[in-house]
């Protein structure tokens, strides 16, 4: 499966923002998936993940209460709703997919390309 994930820009603290990530070449909804981001300077992170179904969500500490993913399968797409960014939020996001894994990074089998995300204090 092919993802290409969009959405980023430049925004200011408490903006908002939301990521697609559009999925081609496979039968999205047998696919779990992930959002993951890498600042700069720092290792990749866990952001939050979807299982095939949607119907089990997860999230990392620092993004519970202000992020939510969701995915529609009938549009073969993923998305990001990212509320009260904050500049530590900044990095380049990544949405990831594989039929097994959920929230590991080295279990991720597929990875779109990324997309950068500013916020400015």
């Known amino acids: 499966v092919q993802l290409q994930a969009s959405g980023g820009g430049l925004v200011q603290a408490g903006d908002s923002l939301r990521l697609s990530c559009a999925a081609s070449?496979?039968?999205?909804?047998?696919?779990?998936m992930a959002w993951f981001r890498q600042a700069p300077g720092k290792e990749r992170e866990f952001v939050a993940a979807?299982?095939?179904?949607?119907?089990?969500?997860y999230y990392a500490d620092y993004v519970k209460g202000r992020f939510t993913i969701s995915r529609d399968n009938a549009k073969n797409t993923l998305y990001l709703q990212m509320n009260f960014l904050k500049p530590e939020d900044t990095a380049v996001y990544y949405c990831?997919?594989?039929?097994?894994?959920?929230?590991?990074?080295?279990?991720?089998?597929?990875w779109g390309k990324g997309t950068l995300v500013t916020v400015s204090s």
């Open positions: 979807i299982n095939w179904s949607g119907g089990s969500t």
């Open positions: 990831a997919a594989d039929r097994v894994s959920l929230r590991v990074e080295s279990g991720m089998n597929y």
């Open positions: 070449g496979g039968t999205f909804s047998r696919y779990n």
